[in-house]
């Protein structure tokens, strides 16, 4: 990265952390919308100190990136300074949450002219150019809302931020579209770069949230809907003889997002994986894999203080049948390591690991 975008994306931050005013992000903080009425000509255009407050960055920053990258106000007035129009914005938030999510300035600010919207009135932005730009994580267009309408059509990189911010404001309709991976995505680099970011991310954030108001219940939802979309063709296709792999959290505890993911991962290369919900105790589990004769089981716990005794059971019951214990650093002295107990200490490893015992 060139020192000046190191400068820039240093200044973004520090803009965004210790602006002069504390921001507490609320659930239903969004930007004021314009009237069904009004087009973009008529909006009201703003000053460089509105659209710094708007964005949270420091005026400096918006001349710099008017000065080096292009984006800078558009509208003309005689004698007064250069204003911004909602589509010079519209860039703006583009840049402003590439270069948050970690993009060089340079190259956000590419990604933000090709991403330029012209709102017709009606609320369907159509990229600039008439080119849609489809980034890694693929893109969004033409989500529909909850009333069967379409929604605001935008194509364009998803990022954590863009779900952030719908979960947010609680756009549910929005954060399905944008968490919905094209099927040409690997259900593991859509969990690792884009949905454990914006948990991270929300985890991160304080919200004065309004009563049923939960901004990762609505990522959760999303996410459970998209897998449920990935796992249908394999859960209509019956393998004789097929083995299962069972995935299951430590008693006691919930449930972790992860072992749908995880299912899901496996369900795309063949693999039959459950989730075991309902209560784990070793004698439930215990008569569970005598049923199924798994092919290889999965445990995941967030605690340091685990319950491990299902392990134990399950070695007693099954000694030949291959566990992955997935653990924090505090707990791994008490799980019973041995010729059919292994530790998983990432996604991706614990992935190829039930790959290598279940196919």
Do not use: K
Request: with cysteine; proline share 7%.
């Amino acid at each position: 990265m060139a020192p000046r975008d190191a400068d820039d994306a240093a200044a973004v931050s520090a803009a965004s952390e210790l602006g002069p005013e504390l921001a507490v992000a609320t659930m239903r903080e969004v930007a004021p919308e314009r009237s069904q009425n009004r087009t973009p000509r008529q909006a009201p255009a703003l000053t460089v100190a509105a659209v710094a407050r708007r964005l949270g960055v420091a005026p400096a920053t918006l001349r710099t990136w008017d000065r080096r990258y292009g984006l800078g106000p558009s509208a003309h007035a005689a004698g007064s300074h250069r204003r911004y129009t909602a589509e010079d914005v519209d860039r703006l938030l583009v840049m402003r949450g590439l270069t948050i999510d970690g993009v060089a300035p340079s190259e956000a600010a590419r990604l933000a002219r090709e991403n330029d919207m012209h709102d017709d009135g009606s609320g369907h932005g159509q990229p600039a150019g008439g080119a849609p730009h489809t980034g890694v994580l693929g893109a969004v267009a033409g989500a529909g809302s909850a009333t069967g309408a379409p929604a605001r059509t935008r194509t364009q990189e998803v990022t954590p931020t863009l779900v952030i911010d719908a979960a947010l404001r609680g756009d549910e309709v929005t954060c399905r579209a944008l968490l919905t991976p094209p099927a040409d995505v690997l259900v593991e680099a859509w969990w690792l770069e884009l949905v454990e970011p914006v948990r991270a991310g929300l985890a991160a954030r304080t919200v004065l949230a309004r009563s049923g108001e939960e901004a990762d219940t609505i990522v959760v939802a999303a996410v459970l809907a998209a897998l449920r979309g990935r796992s249908m063709p394999l859960a209509r296709t019956h393998v004789a003889g097929r083995r299962v792999v069972l995935l299951l959290a430590a008693p006691e505890e919930p449930r972790p997002l992860s072992l749908h993911v995880l299912a899901a991962a496996l369900a795309a290369r063949g693999v039959d994986a459950r989730v075991v919900a309902g209560p784990v105790e070793p004698h439930r589990t215990v008569e569970i894999a005598a049923m199924t004769r798994p092919a290889a089981i999965v445990l995941v716990t967030d605690r340091a203080d685990a319950d491990l005794a299902v392990i134990g059971a399950l070695v007693d019951a099954q000694p030949d049948v291959p566990q992955f214990v997935v653990l924090p650093d505090g707990a791994a002295a008490d799980l019973p390591l041995g010729r059919s107990v292994h530790r998983a200490r990432s996604f991706t490893g614990l992935l190829h690991e039930v790959l290598a015992v279940s196919t």
